[in-house]
């Protein structure tokens, strides 16, 4: 199964996802970045799906997923996880998330560890702030008369100086994926991560756990991530030198941390 298809989950919302690799693999959920699709996964399917059955989905209101109106919250986020996997008959699964991923895999470590094999958080934080910070953001992408501005404002904070003033082709995939983003749905997930505090409860999770950092991150910094490597019983830290994206950047020293602690 290759294409796209469709769970709708309690609240009526259609969320979109797709398989790669064989059925009889353990299945890997990856789980992305606000205001990215499951395409920012593209160029670690072929690695992954050799040792995993892949399971990418749409967050709601981004991508091949519906767009709910009203601010969306980190636990409908998860919920919609769990009842994804139900939906599809899956048991225990491993969860790779990459920044809002990372905060939805923290959720599904605190609230659903009976559901969780291992556990990847990825260029993550357990809280991101000020609130007024992410107010702002929202009313800008509600205004703007297109995506363009929100767009170089991502790239710039993804990827280093250099690649985005050089217009990798890379660079042009992210920007062409930002500028189809809808706003409510980016507004919803802006108001998910304004609201979401795992400070005192990541402590909770007991799963095995990989947490990757990058070293110049400034979405993320490298330093939530070490506070949750050490907040977390037994998790394992990896700091890569790579901003935000650290799949995009860095795909073979990912590919490694990623493949060594799920083997």
């Not at 995993?52 to 767009?67: A, E, K, M, W």
């Not at 400070?199 to 490298?222: C, K, M, N, Q």
């Amino acid at each position: 199964m290759s294409e796209l298809n469709f769970v709708t989950v309690g609240d009526g919302t259609r969320i979109a996802y797709r398989f790669d690799g064989d059925a009889g693999k353990p299945v890997l959920v990856l789980s992305n970045s606000i205001a990215t699709t499951l395409q920012m996964w593209d160029g670690q399917i072929g690695e992954l799906s050799r040792h995993f059955r892949v399971l990418r989905y749409d967050f709601r209101g981004h991508g091949g997923s519906s767009t709910p109106v009203g601010a969306y919250s980190l636990d409908r986020l998860g919920r919609d996880v769990i009842e994804l996997i139900d939906a599809l008959g899956l048991g225990r699964v491993h969860f790779l998330g990459l920044s809002l991923g990372g905060f939805v895999g923290q959720w599904l470590g605190i609230h659903a560890p009976e559901r969780i094999d291992r556990l990847i958080l990825s260029n993550t934080s357990s809280h991101l702030g000020p609130a007024s910070y992410f107010d702002e953001r929202i009313a800008v992408v509600r205004q703007a008369t297109d995506m363009s501005d929100t767009a170089d404002v991502f790239l710039n904070n993804w990827f280093p100086a250099d690649m985005v003033a050089a217009n990798e082709p890379v660079i042009e995939e992210f920007r062409a994926m930002l500028l189809a983003i809808d706003r409510q749905g980016l507004a919803g997930l802006f108001a998910a991560v304004r609201d979401a505090d795992l400070r005192r409860t990541v402590a909770l999770i007991s799963r095995p756990t990989l947490v990757i950092a990058g070293e110049h991150d400034t979405v993320t910094a490298a330093s939530h991530s070490e506070l949750i490597a050490a907040a977390v019983p037994g998790a394992k830290l990896v700091v890569l030198p790579a901003v935000h994206l650290s799949n995009v950047e860095y795909p073979a020293e990912f590919m490694q941390a990623v493949l060594d602690f799920l083997r």
